[in-house]
């Protein structure tokens, strides 16, 4: 049986346009979130076999394929609920993101900059990869972090609660080469209380890391 499975969408193919075509998130979703999960599955299934065969010269390879589609799967699971058709602007304590307001303000100076820096980090991002806005539960503070492909250049232990797709998968049938318009647009989307609840989950589970032996 199955461990992992594809997560309907909060929303129909349409409810994003025109930030995002639906053309985009059907082949996005359907396809290439589908793909993650069968490839995390089958992963398993190899590594389960390599175990009972005591076969281990494709070790190296299975494992890197599992971080990279169960990260892949992880992150897109994120990327959905991030937006909204009728999101943007900046997180507000009447949308019950009054906390996360103040915890960006913190981290990076003010939300203008923290703006600045996540769109720097989608944008530039080499390749295909992914800009992140993480809870750092050591620091507790909030982080930017680049992805690259699923799973590179990442803090141990921190928490994605806001993800931008900077694959050109997510974008290119609509913005062609131009990903940093893609970036840019999709501010209107986001889903801020949604990244609110996820920043508020991350913080009561963080201090996990700092348990004494």
Same mark, same amino acid.
């Given at each position: 049986?199955p461990?992992?499975?594809? =997560? !309907? +969408? =909060?929303?129909?193919?349409?409810?994003?346009?025109?930030?995002?075509?639906?053309e985009?998130?059907?082949?996005? #979703?359907?396809k290439? #979130?589908?793909?993650?999960?069968?490839?995390? $599955?089958?992963t398993l299934?190899?590594?389960?076999?390599?175990?009972?065969k !005591?076969?281990?010269?494709?070790?190296?390879?299975?494992?890197?394929n599992?971080?990279?589609?169960?990260?892949?799967?992880?992150? #897109?699971?994120?990327?959905?609920? $991030?937006?909204?058709?009728?999101?943007?602007?900046?997180? +507000? !304590? /009447?949308?019950?993101?009054?906390?996360?307001a103040?915890?960006?303000?913190?981290?990076f100076?003010?939300?203008?900059?923290f /703006?600045?820096q996540?769109?720097?980090?989608?944008?530039?991002?080499?390749?295909?990869g992914?800009?992140? +806005?993480?809870? %750092?539960?050591?620091?507790?503070?909030l982080i930017?972090e680049q992805?690259?492909?699923?799973?590179? $250049?990442?803090?141990?232990?921190?928490? =994605?609660?806001?993800?931008f797709?900077?694959w %050109?998968?997510?974008f290119?049938?609509?913005?062609? $080469?131009?990903?940093?318009d893609?970036?840019?647009?999709m501010?209107?989307?986001?889903?801020?209380q949604d990244?609110?609840?996820?920043?508020?989950?991350? /913080? !009561?589970?963080?201090?996990?890391?700092? +348990?004494a032996?």
């Open positions: 049986m461990v992992y499975s594809l =997560p !309907e +969408l =909060p929303y129909d193919y349409s409810a994003l346009a025109p930030v995002i075509s639906p985009i998130i059907e082949l996005h #979703h359907d290439h #979130h589908a793909a993650y999960v069968k490839g995390a $599955n089958d299934e190899q590594l389960a076999e390599a175990r009972d !005591e076969a281990w010269g494709s070790i190296n390879g299975l494992e890197k599992l971080a990279f589609h169960l990260s892949g799967h992880i992150l #897109h699971s994120v990327y959905w609920h $991030n937006m909204t058709g009728d999101g943007g602007g900046e997180p +507000l !304590e /009447k949308d019950g993101a009054g906390e996360l103040a915890a960006i303000a913190e981290s100076g003010s939300y203008d900059r /703006k600045a996540l769109s720097k980090a989608s944008a530039t991002t080499q390749g295909s992914w800009g992140v +806005l993480a809870y %750092e539960p050591l620091s507790g503070r930017v992805v690259y492909d699923h799973q590179g $250049n990442v803090g141990q232990g921190s928490t =994605p609660i806001l993800v797709d900077a %050109e998968h997510a290119y049938l609509q913005y062609r $080469n131009q990903k940093v893609f970036i840019e647009a501010w209107k989307v986001v889903n801020w990244v609110a609840r996820r920043y508020a989950a991350a /913080k !009561e589970r963080g201090d996990s890391l700092l +348990l032996p």
